[in-house]
């Protein structure tokens, strides 16, 4: 797991440790030490800790004036035993809401199992982008189905053409606009 990278081709578009906007301004990631693990499992330094033991994260861009951010996961999203959710929801989506971010891109094809708990923090989230919406894209199969039987289609789309988004291939307000015409479509 350690030399599974988080996505840096946008890096000099968007870096969330230096934007004071950001959750994570001033986050240092230290290239020589790896410190973060996953059940025991050293993981590349440039992920961000949310505070979680198994759900990781990077901030991959951010627009203000479109209110829409792409975020890229690694691990276990766990709520079951590490409430994860709440963790995501606490410490970086609220701070985001409050900077005016209403449409969230998760990606996920790092995020090798889903446990989920009920659907709270998940409801709370979808009810704060009121005009908004939450896209998962590249999840694992099985890690959508598991969302799905805990009702999480409800709050977060994914799914479908969403899962056959070549994003790395795409510049990030590319990906939004093509994500946001599919949600359209999907919504009517």
């Known amino acids: 797991m350690h030399t599974i990278e988080p996505f840096y081709n946008w890096i000099e578009a968007y870096s969330a440790s230096e934007d004071p906007r950001s959750p994570l301004f001033g986050a240092e990631n230290n290239l020589m030490e790896f410190t973060n693990t996953i059940y025991g499992y050293y993981i590349h330094p440039q ?23 792409i975020i890229e996961f690694i691990g276990e999203w766990n709520d079951t035993l590490h409430n994860d959710i709440m963790q995501l929801k606490r410490n970086i989506i609220d701070p985001m809401v409050q900077e005016g971010i209403q449409k969230f891109i998760l990606i996920g094809e790092n995020v090798f199992n889903f446990h989920g708990s009920d659907d ?29 039987k805990y009702n999480l289609d409800y709050y977060i789309n994914f799914g479908g053409n969403l899962e056959e988004i070549h994003w790395r291939t795409l510049e990030p307000r590319r990906l939004f606009q093509l994500v946001s015409t599919l949600i359209q479509k999907r919504l009517g």
Not at 123 to 148: C, R, S, T
């Open 120 to 148: 709270c923090y998940y409801e709370e989230w979808f009810e704060d982008v009121e005009d908004g919406w939450i896209v998962a894209i590249n999840f694992q199969d099985f890690v959508l189905e598991e969302m799905k």
């Open 47 to 69: 992920w961000d800790d949310i505070e979680s033991e198994t759900l990781f994260l990077k901030i991959l861009f951010v627009d203000y004036d479109l209110r829409f951010c």
